[in-house]
């Protein structure tokens, strides 16, 4: 069971839409479960539960974030990386995105 997440890049602009990549690693199909992101210190900022699409395996699914917190206020600048949770037969897995900037 492996999963991987991934940016187009490592800095972007305050208000740039960010394109994300859910990867599917393994060898059996994963739903999408939740994927949200946390700052440097491990807080999360924005965290979303989409409907649940699977994932089969060496497949990818993307996903836009537009720098907005849960409360709906734009994200400033900072140290931040994704967090994917997906499921996989009733367990839930955690993989992290590199850091990425917001300058």
């Known amino acids: 069971m492996s999963c991987g997440v991934y940016l187009d890049r490592r800095v972007f602009a305050v ?3 960010i394109y994300i990549t859910l990867v599917n690693l393994g ?3 994963l739903y999408v479960g939740s994927w949200g992101i946390v700052d440097e210190f491990g807080k999360t900022i924005y ?3 989409p409907p649940q699409i ?3 395996p060496s497949s990818s699914f993307v ?3 537009f720098q907005f917190d ?3 206020r734009q994200v400033g600048r900072g140290r931040f990386r994704v967090v994917w949770r997906p499921l996989i037969g009733g367990n839930v897995l955690e993989c992290f995105s590199d ?3 917001i300058l």
């Open 70 to 72: 849960n409360d709906g």
């Open 54 to 56: 699977m994932i089969n």
């Open 15 to 17: 208000g740039e839409p």
């Open 63 to 65: 996903v836009v974030w």
């Open 99 to 101: 850091f990425f900037e």
């Open 27 to 29: 060898n059996s199909s």
């Open 47 to 49: 965290l979303i539960e």
